[in-house]
């Protein structure tokens, strides 16, 4: 079969490259992965290798050209045995190495180096040494049968002991003679697994491949030395084709030079990702630029955001098929709100409890108080009242006043006591912060209240002014609806909405009585509270509102 | 009194005032608080400095001795321990002299005076005129160093009871001393002390001196010091000191300790230091401690107030002068707001005793006890041709290599000017070089530095110099 080979996607916004170097003649044989092509773009030298393996029939470029992506670059014969080659993306032609799941750790993989002497006969596979106190594995997946031709470094066997599932490469190449195990059958340490004929490299006995205590990647305490913060996104990528470096040696130090190191660091890359390709593993700048290319490249493709929440957006259908549209910038608060609200109901797991407060004799507390505050300037809503109560209640219960890291497995308590109050504005919505509310009385925050929400009309408020919420309250009562599902503001854990209080019939003590009810929707983060204490909150928040006086007792 | 500032550093030694000065550089409004006229703190007053301004003499007077081996005798030295102190005082006055100059053509703002935070954004100080001011800050860097630690029941109030600021002091060269600790800074002022002519013992609890520091390094120097010294006394603690009419009366407790008691002219304990942060105002702040009272910091020096910074001695070992540096200046370039973090592949340290040890990355004592897997190529100064010149052949340099990608961990060296010669150690493990690079990097000829180059080449097993064909 006669294929074509063509120049390969080379990055976001690169449409040409200048051919440097043509590696191939016709008639020459390629395996899959070699490095056929250096072309270079406006951003990088690169090496391109081919995809497929097999006979280079006709070269349509010269060195010095200048090439389309896309265009035909060479043609070539594939047998039947073509084999497509894992991973076909342009890489300086070093053996690319994909991370497995588990990444060894604490010892790595340390191998005793091989005499460089070459014997030829019949040698033994033995299931290696799997670190301290690990005495046997399962044989979850045999990867070669009798026949087969296996390399050193060749993955044969997959295990998996009672710490992780690890995959064990072949220190023997030949052909593979007998297969002692089956899938599924325990084997010891030391037990043979299969013999070859053919050439060791090492001869036996010596197997010191230590693949000791291999933990699951997320598990994985720092190596000594090694920088622990993978940021998730890398984690997320670690897993993908970009080629990133496994640690086959104990990573004591960074094998970088301190500018390509102060380099990494500048433009967002972990170096401890990155694979050198100098001697000795060493890292060069364009290492470190190969890799970034590479993380670019998959997010162009995924179209993930940075952080892995990849959800990817639907194509949108053309619209003018059903009638006139108009397309609009969305403003900066817009696409805020978008993103901020998008991250906040991805990662938040939300649940929403509805109940109701009775306010008729808090209403007519606040009738009788209305006036003094308001000499006092301010405005006695109920919403001014609900502040007062809420940092009330987030004393009462801490965990309403918590932060989620994840990263670091710790929950964040909050000392102080800032409500956030979401606005409606012409510009969107916007959510203030009122500080330090235990410390101000209800007077004092309304008067507060009446000046942010006036500063937020006037775009005034500042970056600063809409940070360091401990809990948000968004009050939807002046346009009506019963109840909502309001979102919480990450990293904040809960938000109360508030829809418009109605009388109701209220049957008590043998017949109904109109009573002024206010509906109250809480939403609250499911990873740190607990079903029941959501309840117990609105519970503690409705009492308070139904007996002002409590807050003086307890609040 | 209050001044306002971008930038208050608290404590001015040589953490404190190159961050002070990198920061001015990068047009930061800074303030320097710091209780002397200079900046300078322990390095220049009372540490590196005058310790290596006394170890110049004591090196001049063990080779004018030692001139006798080759013909040359210049008799008996006669030491004017006043005139001395002088050169000594020079010394750092002309070091903290020019420091103060520097401050002031960066315009600087120094305030001589004791520090206390009062809040995250307000350090009161405490002028030397009595009077108070309070300089109230964007950002704080915190570099208020290390103190000898005391040792309740040892640190009796007697001035023959003295600490390394008091051995630097050099009010007199006693007859017969006892220095307690066997680490790099009793190891130095014992240098100083026996050249002068004091009768020296040393006395360590652990089985060796330099503990930490490889072996093989430490015997080239203990073999030298035991010439020099009147007794080595290791594994061995002393439980008490008494003052009596003819000087100290020191009780030991070993099991090698042949004479229980006895009396020195002068007992110098230099058992370690410890970080200044009490005193500091630092409860009115968010900055956290650990159980050994150093500061916490995360990689950009930030300390868990995020307005306050903290560097040097107080972070954490190695306490070293140049460590304390290279932090200052990771932390101004974090609150300039650069992508940075402190994170080295190697701190050089070095002891200046005579012979010098010095070593950078991973130290072999260090792969053992992490069950590292390297390897290790020693290149002994028996082969050096500079070093026999000098008649100073018991030195070795050594690397210690990552078996498979032969990378340079660690550099290690014994001997003369090894302090100079890590500085390529630390190069080549900063660099990620590989055996290779050192083997072919062309070294000058007849140096000690080409001993660098010999450890290389025994590691292929084809040293120039020596025959010591590989094992494998
Ligand atoms: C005898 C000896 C020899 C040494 N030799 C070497 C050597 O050869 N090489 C080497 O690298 N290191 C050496 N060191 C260690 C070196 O001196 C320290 O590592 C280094 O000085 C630490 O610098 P720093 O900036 O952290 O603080 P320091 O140098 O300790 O400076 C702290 C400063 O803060 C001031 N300060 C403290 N509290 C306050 C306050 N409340 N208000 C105002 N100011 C305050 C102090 O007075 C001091 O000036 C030696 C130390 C000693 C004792």
Redesign the interface.
């Known amino acids: 079969m006669i294929t074509e080979f063509k120049l390969p996607e080379l990055g976001e916004n690169i449409l040409t490259a200048d051919v440097v170097k043509v590696l191939v003649k016709p008639g020459d044989k390629i395996a899959a992965d070699q490095s056929v092509l250096e072309i270079e773009t406006d951003k990088a030298t690169v090496e391109v290798p081919s995809e497929y393996a097999g006979v280079v029939k006709e070269v349509f470029v010269k060195e010095g050209e200048k090439l389309k992506v896309g265009a035909v670059v060479f043609t070539f014969e594939t047998g039947t045995a073509e084999v497509k080659a894992e991973k076909p993306e342009v890489k300086p032609a070093a053996k690319p190495t994909p991370a497995p799941e588990e990444v060894p750790v604490k010892?790595d993989v340390?191998?005793s180096?091989p005499?460089a002497k070459a014997v030829t006969g019949t040698f033994e596979f033995v299931l290696p040494h799997l670190g301290e106190n690990i005495a046997s594995a399962d044989i979850t997946k045999l990867l070669i049968k009798a026949g087969d031709k296996v390399e050193v470094d060749q993955t044969v066997i997959e295990i998996e002991t009672d710490k992780a599932t690890v995959e064990v490469p072949s220190d023997i190449s030949g052909i593979v003679k007998e297969v002692f195990v089956k899938e599924g059958s325990k084997a010891k340490v030391g037990e043979v697994i299969f013999t070859v004929e053919g050439v060791s490299t090492s001869p036996k006995p010596k197997q010191e491949t230590k693949i000791s205590a291999p933990v699951k990647k997320e598990e994985a305490p720092a190596p000594?030395l090694q920088?622990a913060?993978t940021s998730k996104a890398e984690k997320f990528f670690a897993q993908s084709e970009i080629p990133v470096k496994v640690n086959?040696?104990?990573q004591?130090?960074?094998?970088?030079?301190?500018s390509v190191?102060?380099f990494a660091?500048?433009i967002?890359i972990n170096i401890n990702m990155v694979m050198?390709l100098?001697?000795?593993?060493?890292?060069s700048i364009e290492d470190v630029k190969a890799y970034a290319k590479g993380l670019n490249e998959q997010y162009a493709a995924t179209g993930c955001p940075r952080n892995a929440l990849c959800i990817q957006a639907e194509p949108l259908p053309d619209f003018g098929k059903w009638g006139d549209f108009e397309r609009k910038q969305m403003s900066n608060i817009r696409r805020k709100t978008a993103e901020h609200l998008s991250y906040s109901w991805g990662s938040i797991p939300h649940v929403t409890q509805f109940d109701k407060a009775d306010i008729t004799k808090l209403e007519e507390i606040r009738k009788q108080f209305g006036k003094k505050v308001e000499q006092e300037g301010g405005k006695l809503t109920i919403t001014a009242i609900l502040i007062k109560v809420i940092a009330s209640a987030l004393k009462v219960f801490p965990q309403f006043n918590s932060s989620v890291d994840m990263d670091k497995n710790e929950i964040i308590y909050k000392k102080y006591f800032n409500i956030g109050l979401a606005v409606d504005t012409d510009r969107g919505l916007l959510v203030p912060v009122i500080r330090d509310v235990d410390k101000k009385n209800i007077i004092q925050l309304s008067k507060e209240l009446n000046e942010v929400s006036a500063r937020a009309r006037d775009k005034k408020l500042s970056l600063e002014d809409m940070q360091g919420g401990s809990f948000t309250i968004s009050n939807l009562g002046g346009i009506g609806g019963t109840y909502f599902t309001p979102v919480v503001n990450s990293p904040e854990v809960a938000i109360l909405g508030v829809s418009r209080s109605s009388y109701e019939p209220v049957y008590t003590e043998g017949q109904f009585e109109p009573r002024l009810m206010l509906p109250l929707s809480l939403s609250y983060d499911h990873r740190v509270i607990d079903g029941a204490d959501g309840a117990r909150f609105i519970r503690w928040v409705i009492e308070a509102l139904e007996n002002p006086f409590l807050l003086s007792l307890e609040g | 009194m209050a001044v306002n500032t971008q930038l208050a550093v608290l404590g001015g030694g040589p953490g404190g005032y190159a961050a002070a000065f990198l920061a001015a550089d990068l047009g930061m409004d800074v303030t320097l608080i710091d209780l002397e006229k200079n900046p300078g703190g322990v390095c220049l007053y009372r540490g590196c400095i005058p310790s290596k301004a006394l170890l110049h003499i004591a090196k001049l007077i063990s080779e004018a001795e030692e001139a006798k081996k080759w013909g040359v005798e210049f008799g008996a030295p006669k030491i004017d321990v006043d005139k001395l102190r002088e050169f000594k005082n020079g010394v750092v006055n002309k070091l903290t002299g020019g420091l103060g100059q520097l401050s002031k053509q960066r315009k600087v703002n120094y305030i001589q005076g004791r520090g206390e935070f009062l809040n995250s954004t307000t350090i009161r100080v405490k002028k030397t005129d009595g009077t108070a001011e309070d300089v109230i800050f964007g950002k704080a860097i915190l570099a208020t160093g290390s103190v000898p630690v005391k040792v309740p029941g040892l640190s009796i109030d007697s001035p023959r009871v003295i600490d390394s600021t008091g051995a630097l002091e050099l009010n007199d060269i006693p007859a017969r001393m006892l220095v307690i600790g066997g680490g790099y800074i009793g190891l130095e002022l014992t240098s100083v002390y026996a050249a002068l002519g004091s009768r020296v013992t040393v006395v360590e609890m652990t089985p060796g001196l330099l503990p930490g520091a490889d072996r093989d390094l430490v015997t080239a120097l203990s073999r030298r010091l035991e010439k020099k010294l009147e007794k080595i006394m290791l594994e061995t603690k002393v439980v008490s000191i008494t003052e009596v009419p003819e000087g100290l009366k020191v009780k030991f407790e070993g099991k090698n300790v042949t004479e229980p008691e006895q009396i020195f002219d002068k007992v110098l304990i230099s058992i370690g230091r410890k970080p200044v942060t009490s005193g500091l105002g630092l409860e009115n702040t968010g900055v956290k401690v650990n159980e050994r009272g150093f500061v916490i910091v995360d990689k950009q020096l930030k300390s868990a107030d995020p307005n306050i910074y903290a560097i040097g001695d107080i972070v954490g070992n190695p306490m070293l002068a140049h460590k304390a540096a290279a932090e200052g200046k990771t932390a101004v370039e974090a609150i300039a707001g650069h992508k940075t973090a402190f994170e080295p592949n190697a701190i050089p340290a070095v002891v200046f005793t005579d012979p010098e040890i010095a070593w950078a990355g991973l130290t072999e004592t260090e792969a053992k006890e992490k069950g590292i897997k390297i390897e290790v190529a020693k290149f002994p100064w028996g082969a050096s041709g500079k070093a026999t010149t000098m008649d100073r052949n018991e030195g070795m340099t050594k690397l210690i290599i990552e078996p498979e990608t032969e990378r340079i961990l660690g550099v290690a060296i014994a001997g003369v000017g090894a302090g100079d010669m890590i500085a390529e150690g630390t190069l080549a493990i900063e660099m990620g070089a590989v055996v290779k690079d050192l083997s072919l990097t062309i070294h000058p000829h007849p140096t000690l530095s080409e001993t660098m180059m010999g450890a290389a080449e025994v590691f292929y097993g084809h040293a120039t110099d020596m025959y010591r064909p590989r094992r494998k």
Do not use: C, F, S
């Open positions: 010892e340390i191998k180096v005499e000594v920088e913060e086959t040696v104990p004591l130090i960074v094998p970088a030079a301190p190191r102060r660091r500048e967002g050198g100098g001697p000795g593993g060493r890292i």
